[in-house]
């Protein structure tokens, strides 16, 4: 079916393919901007176009669908339960959430600025850019909320922004570019220029600037770049975030690029700035590089990658290079990897390699890694030229630390400490 360039003539198909028990293809004009002034129900005006109920491929042919800038807010796309999308060659832009989907019971919520999917969404060779999902409340998935089954391929996720806006201490705002209650698939994609972003002095939560995964969640092949989580006097943590319960499986990254994002959380705490994990992770043949945590006056932790409690992480033929953890006044910790908190690390043939911790009139440990409390078992890894005040290849406040013909050298001021506290380490 083809599609005129005309916003009447595209809620018409899309009206049309849900009525029909048979999958539909709808052509879009090539390179048209279809550009929605109001959601497509007026009795309910949430969403831009009408919700995917039946099975259809949008084949948006270069097309743009976008809200008008002095519209009323409302998300663009809303696949339900029963739908089942398949997008190509279609941007997605200027949408902002109003309600969340997923939790119709809760008021106040803002989910899916973007694109948000309770069905079956195949996303191939698009856009998404662009988005907001703020809330007094709690906002998630700013490009993309997942609560479905989503597939996001050879597409790219930018310039989004999810936004907790509210006075009460405790509010969150999570998945600048997708948030994922999952599964979720991104393969081929680039996820990039991204915020999550609270309050000032609310204590609230700002996480998964890229990516938040809450659910079973695989990257491969992609980039994670420039995204921001940022959260005065709160918690800003990690571009890429995983907390998927045990039984919703774990977060895999695999042959990809974590790199220049940043957590900044001033008199607050700013943890991991390119992976955050305290659930069950894997990352596999991934480098995560020129990410920076910052917190003037709190606690800054994991440039790299950090963990949390019961965080289980194995890091597999990977490099963590040429991070930064930045906490004057304050304490900083952790510059490529932090497990201060009783996780489980586990690298295998990896570079922990020129991370850097500072604090200036503060405390700074650990440049390669900082570990309390659990146990980290580095095999075959090599830890050099990090730097920090003290601890510049691992600073080990408790627990275990295993190197199993791992190499801790050449780094600033010294190796590890205290001294003798990490066995087969000198310097």
């Known amino acids: 079916m083809d599609v005129p360039c005309s916003v009447p003539h595209l809620l018409t198909a899309i009206h049309a393919a849900n009525g029909t028990a048979a999958p539909e293809t709808l052509r879009l004009a090539p390179g048209c901007t279809y550009r929605l002034g109001a959601g497509a129900n007026p009795f309910h005006p949430v969403n831009g176009l009408p919700v995917i109920t039946g099975t259809m491929t949008v084949d948006g042919q270069g097309a743009t669908i976008t809200r008008v800038a002095t519209a009323p807010r409302f998300r663009i796309l809303l696949v339900g339960r029963t739908g089942r999308l398949t997008m190509l060659d279609t941007t997605i832009s200027g949408g902002s959430a ?23 969404m195949f996303l191939t060779r698009s856009r998404v850019t662009g988005n907001r999902a703020e809330s007094k409340l709690y906002a998630q998935g700013a490009g993309i909320d997942n609560p479905g089954n989503a597939t996001v391929r050879s597409s790219v996720v930018s310039g ?37 972003w609270v309050r000032e002095d609310t204590r609230s939560f700002a996480f998964g600037s890229g990516i ?7 990257v491969k092949n992609s980039v994670i770049r420039n995204n921001r989580a940022s959260a005065p006097g709160g918690f800003a943590r990690a571009a890429v975030s995983n907390s998927a319960p045990a039984a919703s499986g774990r977060m895999t990254v695999t042959g990809s690029f974590v ?37 003037r006056g709190g606690t800054a932790r994991g440039g790299g990658i950090r963990l949390g409690p019961r965080g289980e992480l194995k890091l597999l033929r ?38 850097t911790v500072t604090a200036q009139d503060g405390t700074a440990l650990g440049g390669g890694l900082y570990h309390a409390v659990g146990t980290s078992t580095l095999d075959r ?43 087969g380490c000198v310097g």
């Open 98 to 120: 109003t309600d969340c989907p997923a939790y119709p019971d809760v008021p106040g919520m803002a989910c899916g600025g973007g694109i948000a999917n309770l069905g079956q």
């Open 160 to 196: 989004n922004t999810v936004a907790y806006s509210g006075s009460e201490r405790g509010g969150a705002a999570a998945g600048g570019g997708i948030a994922n209650d999952g599964p979720l698939t991104v393969e081929g994609a680039q996820v990039i220029n991204n915020l999550a």
């Open 212 to 218: 938040a995964g809450m659910a079973q969640s695989t």
């Open 259 to 295: 790199r220049g994002n940043v957590a900044d959380a001033p008199d607050g705490a700013a943890q991991g700035g390119g992976i955050t994990n305290s659930a069950r992770m894997t990352v596999d043949n991934t480098h995560v590089s020129g990410n920076t945590v910052t917190a």
């Open 318 to 355: 990977s490099s963590v290079v040429g991070n930064v953890v930045d906490a004057a006044e304050g304490v900083a910790q952790g510059g490529g990897l932090d497990n201060p908190d009783g996780g489980t690390l586990e690298t295998t043939r990896s570079r922990i390699v020129d991370n």
């Open 381 to 423: 890894t090599v830890i050099n030229g990090t730097r920090a005040i003290d601890g510049g290849g691992i600073f080990r406040q408790s627990g275990t630390v295993r190197l199993l013909g791992s190499q801790v050298m050449f780094n600033t001021p010294n190796n590890c400490r205290p001294t003798d506290s990490v066995r």
